[in-house]
């Protein structure tokens, strides 16, 4: 029995070392970039040795990917799917482009840093700039295109490029996200709370895209 507690209390240790290594290195990572962070600089904001960083991970690289894994398993990034489902298939257009904009503005709110990370791997041409593209993205520009154009079937939407009008309101709350984290962190430009801004996007697009 004592034998088992150990194997298991030793278990949950690593583990509990490699999300505070994981969770340093992406702060590190979100302020300098994968090209400015070393992981002496990773092993010191965690508190081990590098011996235990290369231990965990077997490179800067494979440390690197393992933050949008771990983002992903602990719903970090959430599903917009999910909560879209029901309100896609009662047609309620406005909560569909409304609970996207809310859930995008408030995970971009509660994880700067996150978001600060993918900018940093997007300029510099790294692969988990386009894993992210790739596994979430993409599905955010497939779900919501394919929700214009069945409405657009119904004669509810004017007949636009659906990708066109997915670019057009994602951008309205990136921006918004990106300016709040990077630039006008006082909100001295436009303070407004989530829920406000969602709706307002939401009713732009709507009022844009609408018979």
Known sequence: MDIIL???????????RRRQILHKAMQLFSNKGFSGTTTKEIAAAAGVSEATVFKHFANK????????????????LPSPFEALAEKAAAKDDFGVFYTMAYNAITHHSEDCAFLRLMLHSALEDHDLARTFFDSFVTKVYEFLSEY???RQQDGAFRDVE???????FTGMFIQHSLNNILWDKEQKLLKISNEDAAREFA?????????
Do not use: F, W
Not at 6 to 16: C, L, P, Y
Not at 64 to 75: E, F, G, M, P, V
Not at 162 to 168: G, H, K, N
Not at 203 to 211: D, P, R, S, T, W
């Open 6 to 16: 150990e194997s298991t209390n030793t278990r949950m240790a690593g583990e509990e």
């Open 61 to 76: 690289d494979e440390l690197y990917s393992a933050i949008l894994d771990h983002k992903a398993c602990a719903r970090s």
């Open 203 to 211: 009713l732009i697009l709507l009022q844009g895209i609408k018979k």
């Open 148 to 150: 214009i154009r069945s």
């Open 162 to 168: 659906p990708r066109i009008a997915v670019r057009a």
